[in-house]
T-cell receptor
Framework: AQKITQTQPGMFVQEKEAVTLDCTYD???????LFWYKQPSSGEMIFLIY??????QNATEGRYSLNFQKARKSANLVISASQLGDSAMYFC????????????FGEGTQLTVNP | DVKVTQSSRYLVKRTGEKVFLECVQD?????MFWYRQDPGLGLRLIYF???????EKGDIPEGYSVSREKKERFSLILESASTNQTSMYLC????????????FGPGTRLTVL
């Protein structure tokens, strides 16, 4: 079974609007971490935001926020006030305590921001 | 800021050649990782290293080996390159401080002809 599922292969958003990228995960570990990365066309993976399974509040980093719904096992990324430079591939990833330091990645969502 | 560098952004090699991909991090991280990324398959872990001279196989180690002689450097070796190893290779290092995040290098696009 897929541990990380990103159901949106592609998403489009108008500049200055907000967009939500979906991520659901599957784990039986009580302790885990969830990450979002951005990969522009240049190829490097840029860390955006982290949510720990025991964190009480949703993580925020500037225009990025993580909508963490533990019971539903979802960790959606919200980008507010989209910019043209946000056009990229976005990956959700999970680290489970049982897997040590390994990350499991989803297949990604290609976001295009239209002017 | 964390800095992870990879020796080449683009590399073209011939079938059967021995290929070295180098990764260097400047943050004194213990853990380092090599992934390959292919369309439709996402990122897959090839090898990782917990510390100097330590290595663990990831999900797809066949055809690859690694070397970690110094803490800051983690090398991926393709003993005899094949066309199915044409891919994007990403190196990462991991911090134990704060959010336990993996930080990635810029990637190497390897083409094997």
């Amino acid at each position: 079974a897929q541990k990380i599922t990103q159901t949106q292969p592609g998403m489009f958003v108008q500049e200055k609007e907000a967009v939500t990228l979906d991520c659901t995960y599957d784990t039986s570990d009580p302790s885990y971490g969830l990450f979002w990365y951005k990969q522009p066309s240049s190829g490097e993976m840029i860390f955006l935001i982290y949510q720990g399974s025991y964190d009480q509040q949703n993580a925020t980093e500037g225009r990025y926020s993580l909508n963490f719904q533990k019971a539903r096992k979802s960790a959606n990324l919200v980008i507010s006030a989209s910019q043209l430079g946000d056009s990229a591939m976005y990956f959700c990833a999970m680290r489970e305590v049982s897997s040590g330091s390994r990350l499991t990645f989803g297949e990604g969502t290609q976001l295009t921001v239209n002017p | 800021d964390v800095k992870v560098t990879q020796s080449s952004r683009y590399l073209v090699k011939r079938t059967g050649e021995k290929v070295f991909l180098e990764c260097v991090q400047d943050m004194d991280h213990e853990n380092m990782f090599w992934y390959r990324q292919d369309p439709g398959l996402g990122l897959r872990l090839i090898y990782f290293s917990y510390d100097v001279k330590m290595k663990e196989k990831g999900d797809i180690p066949e055809g690859y080996s690694v070397s970690r002689e110094k803490k800051e450097r983690f090398s991926l070796i393709l003993e005899s390159a094949s066309t199915n190893q044409t891919s994007m290779y990403l190196c990462a290092s991991r911090s134990f401080v704060g959010t336990d995040t993996q930080y990635f290098g810029p990637g190497t696009r390897l083409t094997v002809l």
